[in-house]
């Protein structure tokens, strides 16, 4: 193996409480491979791709990185939006709008490659000076630096660039599966990718496995309303805690995402030290094809082994939208049932898989012990199964 400890990048330019419906009925829940959205790093580059200060830091079996880097349906290519100025910490400020894949590519963009493929890193990639439109591509590049409290991927930390894109990425974590949540939480808190950037930033096609935290988007600092997000084509597994931790509440999307176990779906709760604020009036967080499962994790306190919950939500947090999209539950969280709720005012839109609409794969027996925001809930384990399956299958 090749250690390449932190990397000093030289960039180059590229051309380029609902009733549960029982498994019988409910058979046909699982989203097929056929409607998987899908593209790959070829598109990124082609020519019809889709696509501030530092910030304090507040187990299990590898899979294969997956090759693909999924989007929607391809659109023309657009010259990148320009990068605003910065406004004053204000919830009257609009949301941003959140870029297509396409701005990860094209004229005006830097395509940074920190590593060649095939590449493996022992110690955490940082890049914490980043400029305005660089794509940093990690196709192929392994990392196994986790446990620590480092981020193995992160950019922008000190000088936040406008418009970063991630593409690819794989780490493997190595930690004892008996650590406790307070153990992971109070020594190893770091996401395997954490981004700092103004105006918009991009995640797509980056697969991570044993780790605190799965992503961290921040924009430099609190309740700024200047950037926004797009996740897409992402694999997490055996998470510790948040899948996605937003707790900086950026606007975004996240799309043909498998999340498969995290303690924690989404938070979007803001630490005691940076307080709380209300997100512009129309900001919104999007789940679009996105499966998320939580697993069980020991504590040391008396709550024992289990899960927390889908949402980690709070007053400061974003509307949610949910489309076509999977959830499994296997128990009743640890913190009570009042936390396993789906935020009030989600708005679910299931026009696209009218077959295969959102659900809540419940496992706790009887009926789920939260508001559900109308999703549909079943309680037959091989829907999820087959979900993830077709998910995988799709993204080899």
Excluded at 268 to 284: D, F, I, K, L, V
Excluded at 344 to 350: H, K
């Amino acid at each position: 193996m090749l250690g390449l400890g932190v990397l000093t990048l030289a960039v180059t330019t590229v051309l380029v409480s609902a009733p549960v419906v029982s498994g019988a009925e409910e058979a046909s829940v699982s989203q097929s491979a056929g409607q998987r959205m899908s593209y790959s790093s070829t598109d990124v580059f082609g020519s019809s791709a889709t696509g501030g200060p530092e910030i304090p830091e507040g187990a299990g079996t590898p899979q294969a990185l997956a090759p693909a880097v999924p989007a929607p349906a391809p659109v023309p290519p657009a010259a990148a939006p320009p990068s605003p100025s910065v406004p004053s910490a204000s919830a009257s400020q609009p949301p941003r709008p959140v870029a297509s894949n396409a701005a990860c590519s094209g004229a005006g963009r830097t395509i940074d490659r920190p590593a060649p493929a095939g590449s493996v890193l022992d110690t955490s990639w940082q890049q914490s000076r980043t400029a305005d439109d660089v794509t940093f591509d990690l196709t192929g590049v392994l990392s196994t630096a986790f446990p620590s409290s480092k981020h193995p991927f992160v950019t922008g930390t000190t000088v936040a660039g406008a418009r970063t894109c991630i593409l690819g990425g794989e780490l493997r974590g190595t930690i004892d599966p008996g650590l406790s949540w307070e153990n992971f939480h109070d020594d190893y808190n770091a996401a395997c990718v954490k981004v700092v950037a103004l105006d918009w930033l991009q995640i797509h096609g980056t697969r991570c496995d044993g780790v605190e935290d799965g992503f961290r988007p921040q924009e430099g600092g609190v309740n700024l309303n200047r950037t926004s997000f797009l996740i897409s084509g992402t694999h997490l597994s055996n998470v510790a805690d948040d899948c996605l931790e937003n707790d900086y509440t950026l606007g975004g999307v996240v799309r043909d995402s498998l999340w498969e176990s995290c303690f924690t779906g989404i938070s979007e709760r803001p630490s005691s030290a940076n307080g709380s604020w209300t997100s512009p009036e129309g900001e919104t967080l999007t789940l679009d094809h996105v499966l998320i499962g939580l697993h069980t994790l020991p504590h040391d306190s008396d709550k024992g082994t289990g899960t927390n919950a889908l949402f980690k939500w709070s007053k400061s947090a974003n509307d949610l939208i949910i489309k076509c999209s999977t959830f499994f539950v296997p128990e009743r969280s640890v913190n009570g049932t009042d936390t396993m709720a789906v935020p009030a005012g989600t708005v679910v839109d299931d026009s696209a898989c009218p077959d295969r609409p959102s659900t809540i794969v419940w496992l706790g027996g009887g009926e789920y012990p939260a508001p559900t925001a109308g999703i549909r809930v079943v309680d037959d384990r091989k829907v999820w199964d087959d979900a993830v399956a077709a998910w995988k299958a799709a993204h080899n």
